[in-house]
RNA sequence: GCCGGCGUAGCUCAGUGGUAGAGCAGCUGAUUCGUAAUCAGCAGGUCAGGAGUUCAACCCUCCUCGCCGGCUCCA
């Protein structure tokens, strides 16, 4: 009989009997596994198990909790799904159903919406069908055949993928150019077939439904074809799965902790912000809670900012449009900005940036070589007309209030002012309690250069200096072309919050373009005037964004300093008030924000509320503490402390007043 | 902006083609209390706004506003 050698990931030969699958040789070597592994790889492409390796393959095990493997079973129960819609529907048309970060959708064109009411029963025709034990079959066949085939059952998502496979060899001819070495060759297709239901896909799949244990359908959402709003509105249908019933549990579990801490519930329940129909959407109110957290944030940044060399000012909200004229806003950001209001004839803008502003003091001297690199920074509110549809309670405002500041600095001081703000920027995040960070480094899109103000050359010399930045930093980045600001490249950071999700906050952006715009000048040690680069950061973003990413990430009980209300005292009965009035004036001394609570209820009562609330403190007041100058100590979260001298407290919580800042010392 | 869903008291939510209810919060009173909810009473709503159908609309229809989940966009 015929055999065939096959090299197994430890570099060990296995002989295998010709014509058998993958699924025959894992049966062979890895018994155990079987049920675990979903799918395999063949020097390195992954495919299906029923696939006959040839000799002298590289032969790997894709397990179910790789991350690939969740993938494909992911991919597979998304097909499962479409499968189960196509029975209920008929008349469903199907556009594409890939697997994403925590779970899978499919978009589908149904002749009618769909109730949330019937994601149950799309779920449980997939249950019938997964019990059925499908196989998912593949099926090959050349590219014309296919587009036949496809015609004929009026799938006309799946004619315009594969008429693109057709003329591009991708489904993505966006991505045409980097997909040039890879794209399917050999003119053919494959389909997966479970019962009835026939799907273009690339694969691999799962060998058949058993493999799908753990699946929940989520929610149903609108999605344009091909993400694009010219095109036709699809019905997508999200679902997640998983390869165990405690895995997918253990999700939604999470799922549902996202939901405890939605800032806009915090925000509401711990009286820190609202946005009120009356005043307009994506317009904030900081609430007196809310506000106290702010002007922490407020004071600890700018004593940062003046350590580190910045001026701080302060600038007008509106000013007249030729300003932003000259800036390039109203050719090139006019789609953000608010409508301009009419002032003596005068045509005035509200601000979407604070750029013009700090120019414009820039601008107001002469300034000399000596006086750069020239900070000057602002925690200035700016408008933007975002589109009623992303706004997202502090997320996502019309308002805000970015930690903004713009270096004016000479070419050759541009790498290490940019070094400077990536350290500041992360060291405050890390401050705050975010240590982990993700970076991003945009670049103009060299195919659409007319999009972006400035010479090409000058675009190239400013993304190369952040990208020396970044690769001296030592931490890792992303680098993503078409992503640059009109009027520069620049560096975006994202936090990471405890649930892991990231948030984009801080953005380092350089800037020739702007100065050249105001005409800009320094005079230089050779007496003759030059041209200042310009760099635009923001560290925090937008306050109220990173308020709201804050608030989920303590799930609003926030640390001893930001807390709004750091300790709070209940005396035991009305006697101990006196002496709740004594301590409170010791703490309130000390800088500590102390809240008296003396209403007329039990102290069970009383620290239930502050639980609640999320006071980092309790102090309890009663005979004994009178008695011996003694504070009973609580701490948020069920600690209870016992008895201690109030100078004791005092000192312990003088450590927590201040920020963890780490950094230089300056 | 687009697709789908939703909008009843400050909050969470019941409710029916025949002029609206609970719990919590609030207020008042009693209770003076020792580590996660003391008891009683009171008050609170143009049922998002507008138009229409109807003898009668919170309920049915249309429009507007807002919110939620996504898409697109983004700090």
């Not at 806009?264 to 329940?269: D, F, T, V």
């Not at 230089?524 to 804050?550: K, T, Y």
């Not at 990430?553 to 008030?577: D, K, M, N, S, T």
Request: glycine residues 8%; contains cysteine; aromatic residues 8%.
């Amino acid at each position: 009989m015929a055999h065939v050698d096959v090299i197994l990931p430890s570099g060990e030969i296995q002989r295998l009997e010709a014509g058998l699958s993958l699924a025959e040789l894992l049966r062979q070597i890895h018994a155990d596994l079987e049920g675990r592994v979903v799918a395999g790889r063949l020097d390195g492409k992954p495919v299906d198990l029923s696939t006959v390796p040839p000799a002298g393959a590289r032969v790997e095990l894709v397990l179910m909790d790789s991350p690939e493997g969740l993938f494909i079973l992911r991919h597979s129960t998304a097909h499962l799904m479409a499968a189960a819609v196509q029975e209920l529907y008929p008349e469903a048309k199907f556009a594409i159903g890939p697997p994403v970060e925590d779970g899978f959708y499919y978009d589908i064109d149904l002749p009618r919406p769909l109730p949330a009411e019937d994601l149950p029963v799309i779920e449980a025709r997939m249950r019938a069908l997964q019990a059925d034990r499908l196989p998912f079959v593949r099926v090959e066949m050349p590219v014309e055949e296919a587009l036949r085939l496809m015609e004929t059952r009026g799938e006309t998502y799946k004619v315009e993928i594969l008429e693109a496979i057709r003329r591009y060899g991708t489904s993505r001819p966006d991505t045409v150019e980097e997909l040039k070495g890879e794209a399917e060759t050999g003119g053919m297709v494959s389909f997966y077939q479970s019962r009835s239901f026939l799907d273009l896909c690339r694969g691999p799949h799962v060998p058949d439904t058993s493999f799908l244990r753990a699946f929940k359908l989520t929610h149903i959402a609108g999605a344009y074809w091909r993400g694009s709003e010219q095109n036709p509105m699809l019905t997508r249908i999200y679902g997640t799965a998983f390869p165990t019933e405690e895995a997918l549990e253990q999700h939604l579990y999470r799922l549902e902790e996202a939901r405890r801490r939605d800032h806009r519930r915090l925000g509401r329940e711990l009286g820190l912000f609202s946005i009120e129909e009356e005043i307009g959407p994506g317009l904030v109110l900081w609430h007196p809670k809310g506000a106290l957290v702010r002007e922490v944030i407020e004071a600890f940044w700018r004593k940062e900012h003046r350590r580190r060399g910045y001026q701080l000012v302060y600038t007008p909200h509106v000013a007249r449009a030729h300003l932003w004229d000259v800036s390039g806003h109203l050719s090139w950001y006019q789609d953000n900005m608010f409508s301009g209001m009419e002032v003596e004839g005068q045509e005035y803008l509200v601000r979407p940036m604070n750029c013009p502003f700090h120019i414009l003091i820039y601008r107001s001297h002469t300034r000399s070589y000596r006086d750069l690199p020239f900070r000057l920074g602002e925690l200035g509110t700016v408008y933007r007309y975002e589109r009623s549809g992303v706004l997202h309670g502090l997320l996502r405002v019309r308002g805000f209030t970015q930690d903004d500041a713009h270096i004016f600095c000479r070419p050759e001081q541009l790498e290490s002012e940019v070094a400077d703000v990536l350290e500041l920027a992360l060291a405050m995040l890390r401050a705050f309690g975010f240590p982990e960070h993700h970076l991003v480094l945009s670049v103009s899109d060299p195919a659409q250069m007319t999009k972006y103000a400035g010479s090409e050359e000058e675009w190239q010399r400013a993304e190369s200096a952040l990208e020396r930045v970044l690769e001296k930093s030592g931490f890792a980045f992303d680098r993503v072309e078409g992503e640059a600001a009109f009027y520069g490249p620049k560096i975006d950071i994202s936090l990471v919050d405890v649930l892991g999700r990231q948030w984009q906050c801080g953005t380092i952006q350089i800037d020739f373009n702007m100065p050249e715009r105001f005409d800009l000048s320094y005079i230089g040690e050779d007496g003759r005037s030059h041209r200042p680069l310009m760099v635009h950061r923001a560290l925090l973003g937008s306050l109220e964004r990173f308020f709201g990413i804050l608030i989920e990430h303590y799930g609003g009980a926030f640390p001893f300093w930001l807390a709004p209300v750091q300790v709070a005292i209940l005396p035991v009965a009305e006697r101990h008030e006196p002496y709740a009035q004594h301590v409170a004036g010791r703490l309130d001394t000390a800088g500590v924000r102390v809240q008296i609570d003396d209403r007329n209820e039990k102290v069970g009562y009383r620290i239930r509320q502050a639980e609640v609330t999320k006071v980092p403190y309790i102090v309890v007041v009663g005979d004994r503490e009178v008695e011996g100058s003694l504070a009973s100590v609580r701490e948020r979260g069920r600690r209870e402390r016992g008895t201690m001298p109030v100078d004791t407290l005092l000192d312990e919580l003088r450590d927590l007043l201040h920020p963890p800042m780490t950094g230089p010392a300056l």
